[in-house]
C-alpha cells in the first residue's frame, strides 16, 4: 500500500487520500508495475527500467542496464548467497556509529 494513497494522508485541501490496495499474483508483477510507475511520474525513462512490455517478458528480457535487471541479478546474488553461506548475525552485534561527517 502506498503511504501516500493509504486512506489516512489528507491532501493540502483537508481531504483524506483515498486508500489504494493492490495485490499481485507473484513479486514480478509488483516489479514491473514499479518499474512502469516511475515513468509515469516523470523521474525515469523507459529504459530505465526494463525492455520487457510486460512482466513475463522482463523476467526473459536480457537487458544489461537499468533498475529491474540491477535488482533481478541483486536479488538472485542474495539468492543464491544464502543457499550456500549466509547464517544468522548474532544477536549481540552493535552497528558502528554513525559518522555524518564527509
Known amino acids: ?3 501516500e494513497l493509504d486512506g489516512k494522508s489528507i491532501d493540502p485541501d483537508d481531504t483524506v487520500r483515498t486508500r489504494h ?3 499481485f499474483n ?3 508483477e ?3 508495475e ?3 510507475s516511475r515513468m509515469y511520474l516523470g523521474v525515469h525513462w523507459r529504459f530505465d527500467g526494463t525492455t520487457g512490455t ?3 517478458s522482463m523476467l526473459a528480457a536480457t537487458d544489461n542496464v537499468g533498475g529491474v535487471p540491477l535488482g533481478l541479478a541483486i536479488a538472485k ?3 543464491m ?3 550456500t553461506n549466509l547464517r544468522p548475525s548474532p544477536t549481540n552485534v552493535v552497528p558502528p556509529p554513525f559518522d555524518a561527517t564527509p
Open 1 to 3: 500500500m502506498s503511504d
Open 21 to 23: 490496495k493492490r495485490h
Open 26 to 28: 507473484g513479486l514480478h
Open 30 to 32: 509488483a516489479i514491473y
Open 34 to 36: 514499479n518499474a512502469r
Open 54 to 56: 510486460d512482466p513475463a
Open 77 to 79: 546474488d542474495i539468492f
Open 81 to 83: 548467497a544464502s543457499r
